[in-house]
């Protein structure tokens, strides 16, 4: 048995948000050994279908190993499990750095976002379907053009993804590459889809999508003081003004390359 800080589980374990806690964190961290010894425990008393598609937004360990890459657990869980798994099951996880919640993911769109490429190969082999949307309509190819996941990218148009499902601020997998500056993502999209886009028509829509997939605040702009030079802007204000005129250039750089893409400059940037 591989060695960790998690105990094994036993029957006589009534806490049942502890047992899956456990065992997402195996998971998530690979540690097939100590995940099988938890499973077989389980098994014993709990049917798979309670374990790995649990009511309640438990999460499931298929999901969390495909967002962590943990190939050795994805193909176990498959190989084992798979006349029982829902693989259009859906949970919560968090952003790389836990400050968004993306609701309602596949362990396919998890995978694709991290550009853990066996895992995409596995699951789209075993019959996960690679046009789910989650929560805000994206794609596990808006996912991986997101991050210009290349392979993955090659792998899911292989396999037929729609490069026309746009996400819920209307951006197709192109435009999101191109949000990101993407460029090996942006040829292969292109290549797809030479054609050009509809104008992105809502400014609130896109301005939302930016807060969800970038680092960049959009500030509302704040005026200096007036008065004596020692009573100009506070470090707040001054702090407000630089992320505001720095959010200013970068969308600036994606009309230039909305631009260049589609051969048009969406309405909803004109109007900024």
């Given at each position: 048995m591989?060695s960790?800080?998690?105990?094994p589980?036993?029957?006589?374990?009534?806490d049942?948000?502890?047992w899956?806690?456990?065992?997402m964190?195996c998971a998530?961290?690979?540690?097939?050994?100590?995940?099988?010894?938890q499973?077989?425990?389980?098994?014993?008393?709990?049917?798979?279908?309670?374990i790995?598609?649990?009511?309640?937004?438990k999460?499931?360990?298929?999901?969390?190993?495909?967002?962590n890459?943990?190939?050795?657990i994805v193909t176990?869980?498959?190989?084992?499990?798979?006349?029982?798994?829902?693989?259009?099951?859906?949970?919560?996880?968090?952003s790389?750095?836990?400050?968004?919640?993306?609701?309602?993911?596949?362990?396919l769109w998890?995978a694709?976002?991290?550009?853990?490429?066996d895992?995409?190969?596995?699951?789209v082999?075993?019959?996960?379907?690679?046009?789910?949307?989650?929560?805000?309509n994206?794609?596990p190819?808006?996912?991986?053009?997101?991050?210009?996941?290349?392979?993955?990218?090659?792998?899911?148009?292989?396999?037929?993804?729609?490069?026309?499902?746009?996400?819920?601020?209307?951006?197709?997998?192109v435009?999101?590459?191109?949000?990101?500056?993407?460029?090996?993502?942006?040829r292969?999209?292109?290549?797809?889809?030479?054609?050009?886009?509809?104008?992105?028509?809502?400014l609130?829509?896109?301005?939302?999508?930016?807060?969800?997939?970038t680092?960049?605040v959009?500030?509302d702009t704040?005026?200096p003081s007036?008065?004596?030079?020692?009573d100009?802007?506070?470090?707040?204000?001054?702090?407000?003004?630089?992320?505001n005129?720095?959010?200013l250039?970068?969308?600036?750089?994606?009309?230039?390359?909305l631009?260049?893409?589609?051969?048009?400059?969406?309405?909803?940037?004109?109007?900024?």
């Amino acid at each position: 048995m591989a060695s960790s800080h998690l105990q094994p589980l036993t029957t006589t374990s009534s806490d049942e948000l502890s047992w899956n806690k456990q065992l997402m964190d195996c998971a998530a961290k690979g540690e097939i050994s100590l995940f099988q010894d938890q499973l077989a425990t389980l098994l014993k008393n709990t049917v798979p279908e309670e374990i790995f598609q649990p009511e309640g937004n438990k999460g499931s360990p298929l999901v969390r190993a495909a967002q962590n890459g943990q190939n050795m657990i994805v193909t176990y869980i498959l190989k084992n499990f798979i006349e029982v798994l829902d693989l259009e099951y859906t949970m919560t996880v968090k952003s790389n750095h836990a400050v968004l919640e993306i609701r309602g993911v596949t362990a396919l769109w998890c995978a694709a976002l991290g550009g853990h490429i066996d895992i995409v190969r596995e699951l789209v082999e075993a019959g996960a379907n690679i046009n789910h949307t989650n929560a805000t309509n994206s794609t596990p190819l808006s996912a991986a053009s997101y991050n210009n996941r290349v392979e993955v990218i090659k792998c899911l148009l292989n396999k037929g993804a729609d490069i026309s499902i746009a996400n819920q601020g209307g951006l197709a997998p192109v435009m999101v590459a191109v949000m990101r500056d993407n460029e090996d993502a942006i040829r292969l999209l292109e290549d797809m889809q030479p054609v050009a886009h509809e104008p992105v028509p809502d400014l609130e829509a896109f301005l939302s999508t930016l807060a969800l997939h970038t680092d960049v605040v959009i500030e509302d702009t704040v005026e200096p003081s007036v008065g004596d030079e020692s009573d100009m802007a506070e470090d707040g204000d001054e702090k407000a003004l630089a992320s505001n005129a720095d959010s200013l250039k970068f969308l600036s750089r994606i009309e230039n390359r909305l631009i260049y893409t589609t051969g048009q400059s969406p309405d909803c940037l004109v109007e900024l």
